[in-house]
């Protein structure tokens, strides 16, 4: 390891990037693939079912089946379609979702590397920035599909993402308003303090209102108006076949994932628990690793409920959806900032 | 590395820039919208070489994220998606090229007229969130408040503009 | 080159997009200058043309909605007259 000290530090500062970098992009792609089992043997289990369970032990191997699938399939391009944006549609929808990853704290440290891909002041802004880029990839599959059900998945998407991305923004405030900082490290330091420092119990209408928006900007039911099968017969990836349509698929997950780490890095700590000392950076390589564990455990947790929610909710209808957006959401995300900066006003 | 990326970043500006003004390959406003797109984010990565985080950050949420996908709503909702190609005015493309022309060089005589350094004391400024935020509601307060008074008159008006059976 | 588009273009759609072009351009300029001159008043000027200009692109839209059912066409050419 002494060629490592050697390096100087540009070098060292890259190779280390590089390498989070790397292992952050594989580690979502696992997840992925095994957020996709997890939620088929959770829907098998909630409309009892078995679910897949015949590729290697418990149905493990499942992810590794479908992706096989996936590239044998024909790569089949419809006559009717626009080329460039069916080409284009597929890969920009997944970027956001790795794009996301890159300034959330997924550790404390090893070593002396803080686990975060890039430690931006301006955090959580630039994840909305990237959230509302999350958009195109939709509208543009509704648009290079040429054909009417893709075409209103994506003018009902671009309406969706739009207003919830107010609500979820105007949800976002009052955690900087305490915080005081938009640095997600920060914020995460500012939660290690017990159980009761999580911004979850310290703001829970925010922690509501952005769980609620989080649903809307992954399209999950019961906002799932986009793909909505059974009205628009899957919405705007009905064109879609083989590993295009598997990418599609993918993204959906991995934004599910990345929205599952806003939430848990923003409201519920992040890497910390409140006990055993847990909530300070690591000491050592061991206590590093378990901080990253926890981590992924608590986004677990939250994939899950978006994916029990999935199973026990029916789908909104489309002008309930804008109505619950724009005339209960924005209305009580403003009221919350106007309470909390009363609050805060009254206590200094 | 600055440089380049600066370089870099300025070429795929322009470069987008041009091609959502004009685009020989296609008729079609998806793609001006799209290469539109790329021009602000390529110009939100220059803010962020000069500094202006917050700015860059909202360059891309305002325009990308809403300005963009309202263009493109729009377009979807007219339904035009190839332009008609109509006749080619000569005489207005000159008179276009000219008056552009003009303004180009006008620009590059001033700037090359301008003899004075920037002052160059102190550390180069970063447009923190915090910093612009205290000189927002002091400085600026007055501007601040005439803006969120013209967001609430465009607000209203397009709700009046867009109703469907306007009285 | 703004400007060119809004002088060459016809269609409605594409002469906004060349004036959020222009508008940009100045938003550049305002953060050069803020940088070179170390002050930050220029990015506060940046945030105010942003804002103003997203109130315009929401007026423009509508009004461009609004002509589109009157006149079913997007062309610059097809709104000369003054009575709808």
């Known amino acids: 390891m002494t060629w490592l000290n050697q390096l100087d530090p540009t070098w060292q500062f890259l190779l280390f990037s590089a390498l989070k970098v790397g292992v952050a992009v594989v580690a979502l792609l696992t997840l992925v693939a095994y957020t996709v089992i997890l939620e088929r043997r959770l829907a098998a289990c909630i409309q009892d079912r078995i679910g897949p369970n015949r590729v290697g032990p ?46 959330i704290p997924f550790g404390s440290r090893l070593g002396s ?127 879609y076949g083989s590993m ?36 300070r950076p690591a000491a050592n390589l061991w206590v590093g690793l378990l901080q990253v564990g926890i981590f992924l455990g608590k986004v677990a947790a939250w994939v899950s409920f978006m994916i029990w929610t999935r199973w026990m909710l029916p789908r909104f209808r489309y002008d309930q959806l804008m109505k619950l957006g724009w005339e209960r959401l924005i209305p009580v995300a403003l009221a919350n900032i106007v309470g909390i900066a009363v609050w805060l006003w009254m206590k200094s | 590395m600055n440089e380049i990326l600066f370089y870099s970043l300025a070429a795929l500006t322009l470069g987008c820039g041009l091609l959502v003004v004009a685009n020989p390959f296609s008729r079609n406003p998806v793609t001006s919208a799209m290469f539109l797109v790329m021009t602000i984010l390529s110009l939100a990565g220059l803010f962020v070489l000069l500094g202006a985080f917050f700015l860059a950050a909202v360059q891309v949420i305002v325009y990308a994220g809403a300005v963009i996908v309202l263009f493109l709503f729009v377009i979807m909702l007219m339904g ?17 090229c000219l008056v552009t022309g003009a ?65 | 080159m703004g400007l060119l588009g809004v002088l060459m273009r016809r269609s409605v759609l594409l002469i906004y997009m060349s ?14 200058f803020s940088h070179f001159n170390r002050n930050l008043d220029g990015q506060v000027m940046v945030f105010f043309i942003v804002t103003v200009a997203a109130a315009e692109v929401a007026v423009g839209l509508a009004l461009m909605v ?19």
């Open chain 1, 244 to 279: 295009k349509f598997a990418m599609f698929f993918m993204a959906e997950y991995a934004n599910m994932i990345a929205v599952s780490a806003m939430i848990v890095t923003l409201f519920l700590g992040g890497w910390t628990l409140p006990w055993f000392g847990l909530d």
């Open chain 3, 19 to 32: 004036l959020e072009l222009m508008l940009n351009a100045a938003n550049l300029a305002w953060v050069a």
């Open chain 1, 58 to 103: 418990l149905g493990l191997l499942q992810p590794l089946a479908d992706g096989v699938k996936s590239f044998l399939k024909e790569d089949f391009v419809p006559g009717h379609v626009r080329k460039i944006y069916f080409w284009l549609a597929p890969a920009l929808i997944m970027i956001p979702a790795l794009l996301t990853l890159a300034v």
């Open chain 3, 66 to 84: 609004a002509l589109f059912r009157q006149r079913q066409s997007t062309q610059a050419e097809d709104f000369a007259t003054m009575k709808l």
């Open chain 2, 103 to 167: 303004l180009a060089a006008l620009l590059l005589r001033l700037l090359s007229a301008l003899k004075t350094q920037p002052p160059a004391v102190g550390a180069p400024v970063e447009g923190g969130t915090a910093l612009l935020g205290r000189l927002l509601f002091t400085d600026y307060l007055l501007p601040f408040e005439v803006v969120s008074v013209v967001l609430l008159v465009a607000m209203v008006g397009v709700i009046v503009l867009s109703r469907k059976e306007a009285a």
């Open chain 2, 80 to 96: 035009s998606h190839e332009l008609p190609r109509r006749a080619f005015h000569w005489l207005l493309a000159a008179a276009a």
């Open chain 1, 113 to 239: 590397q803080p686990l975060v891909i890039a430690d931006l002041n301006v955090g959580i802004l630039y994840t909305f920035g990237i959230v509302s880029l999350g958009v195109y990839g939709i509208v543009l599959a509704g648009y290079a599909a040429n054909s009417k059900y893709p075409f209103l998945g994506g003018i009902r998407s671009t309406a969706q993402m739009i207003s919830y991305e107010i609500a979820m923004g105007l949800a976002v405030i009052p955690v900087f308003m305490l915080a005081g900082d938009l640095n997600l490290s920060r914020i995460i330091d500012y939660q290690s303090h017990g159980l009761f420092s999580w911004l979850a119990f310290k703001l829970p209408v925010s922690f509501v209102l952005f769980g609620i928006t989080a649903f809307a900007e992954t399209n999950r039911t019961p906002f799932d108006m986009p793909e909505a099968e059974n009205e628009l017969a899957g919405g705007y990836n009905v064109e």
